[in-house]
């Protein structure tokens, strides 16, 4: 928790801070890059740094701890700090990292607001940084020790053994380790990170949701390819390159938004490549022969570019009390309705748990629909591709 001393200054501070956060997200990063440009080309996706996720992400998440830490000055807001640890893990992000954002961070602080930085404004601000930042760093190195492995040491080179054109701009590709052994166990949800070496010589990563069921020799990725550069590098760089044969560098699987256990009633609601996590979670359901209530709902532009289609029919048709309730915004699809996916015309069990993943809009409309039909705020859950923009929704 804050100290008595730093509680009244930052809460004083808060607004003025908190404005210009963006700012500041902005010049750390600068200063940063040009001091440290190994951290760009390798580690940092350069996508998000050219349309400003990033650093909407890193105000978005400094203030919302530290609103957190003024709300409820007893307790830690582990749920935030659990999906951006997770984030950094599958990056192999080390502690030592903290030290080099906490000197350009506050750089960058003293050079947006100047003189309004005073000694007590910077002792409290420091506090709330190293209060987020070891925190992040235990709950880290707990996730690095799960998985036994060194700090930061998560990837390994992969086969590609199965590539698949699963639409026209999505591809699933089958994974092995390179040196033959099983892929290894991962939670139905998890993600996973890819390094790819670019013609530019920079070592770029993005994240991709395992799209099958865990308890197989195999993993499966499903990528689909984003227009632009630097935004799809990597995924441009997967369709046109990657070929059965080939070796990627891959992470062990990270995320916090997995199926639960138990037997109570899931929703999993989806909207275009964002169906990859509930295709896994729908497989181990299917395979383990689960008999819980399941509501899927998944939203796309058509047919053509439901990735997994046919898949999907066959998973939700294996499970006893499963349901799926499709919306395509091209008119006229057999067995769906057109439009934007509406929760609000299901009639979903009590005790719903529900789980979404897409882009942010669908989310926003998808939860506020739940939260105003009964649904408890706790029991709705998300999966954020890339920066994640919403850290103040309650998950």
């Known amino acids: 928790m804050l100290s008595e001393q730093a509680t009244p200054v930052v809460r004083a501070t808060l ?16 200063g940063m890059f040009a001091a440290r440009p190994e951290l760009l080309r390798d580690l940092f996706n350069r996508g998000n740094q050219a349309n400003g996720d990033q650093r909407r992400a890193l105000a978005g998440s ?3 701890f530290a609103g957190a830490l003024l709300k409820n000055p007893d307790t830690r807001p582990d749920a935030m700090l659990a999906r951006i640890a997770h984030k950094h893990a599958s ?10 954002v906490h000197e350009h961070l506050f750089a960058a602080i003293v050079d947006v607001l100047g003189d309004a930085v005073t000694p007590d404004v910077a002792q409290a601000w420091d506090e709330v940084y190293w209060l987020m930042a070891n925190a992040l760093i235990a709950l880290e190195a707990g996730l690095y020790e799960e ?3 060194a700090e930061g040491e998560v990837r390994r080179p992969m086969e590609i053994v199965e590539r698949r054109q699963e639409t026209a701009d999505t591809t699933s590709f089958v994974l092995r380790p390179a040196d033959g052994r099983p892929a290894g166990p991962f939670r139905p949800g998890q993600y996973v990170s890819v390094r790819v070496e670019l013609p530019d010589g920079a070592r770029q990563i993005r994240q991709y949701s395992l799209s099958a069921a865990p308890g197989r020799p195999q993993w499966r990725i499903t990528v689909k390819r984003i227009e632009g550069d630097p935004a799809g590098e990597v995924s441009t760089w997967l369709h046109e390159h990657a070929r ?27 909207a275009g490549i964002g169906s990859t996590p509930m295709l896994a979670m729908l497989d181990h359901l299917a395979t383990t022969g689960s008999h819980r209530p399941v509501t899927v709902v998944h939203a796309d ?24 309730h499709l919306w395509y915004e091209e008119p006229g699809a057999a067995s769906a309705r057109p439009g934007r996916a509406d929760v609000t015309t299901l009639d ?12 942010l809009p669908f989310m ?24 994640d923009l919403w850290l103040g929704a309650e998950s």
């Not at 070796?247 to 009633?265: M, N």
């Not at 570019?305 to 349901?323: F, I």
């Not at 069990?349 to 993943?357: E, F, I, N, Q, S």
């Open 15 to 30: 607004p003025v801070v908190g404005a210009a956060l963006g700012e500041i997200a902005e010049r750390f990063y600068a």
């Open 62 to 64: 400094v203030a919302a």
């Open 91 to 100: 990056l192999g992000v080390t502690s030592e990292q903290y030290k080099v």
């Open 147 to 149: 998985i036994g492995v």
């Open 244 to 270: 059965v044969g080939d070796t990627i560098e891959v992470s062990a699987p990270f995320g916090d938004l997995v199926l639960p256990e138990g037997e109570g009633p899931l929703l999993l609601a989806s």
């Open 301 to 324: 532009r058509s047919p053509a570019d439901h990735a997994h289609r046919e898949e999907l029919h066959r998973l939700v048709d294996a499970l006893p009390n499963g349901s799926l």
């Open 348 to 359: 979903l069990p009590p005790g719903v748990t529900a789980y979404l993943c897409g882009p």
């Open 364 to 387: 926003r409309q998808v939860r506020g629909d739940l939260l105003a039909g009964g649904v408890a705020a706790a029991a709705v859950h998300y999966e954020v591709f890339g920066p």
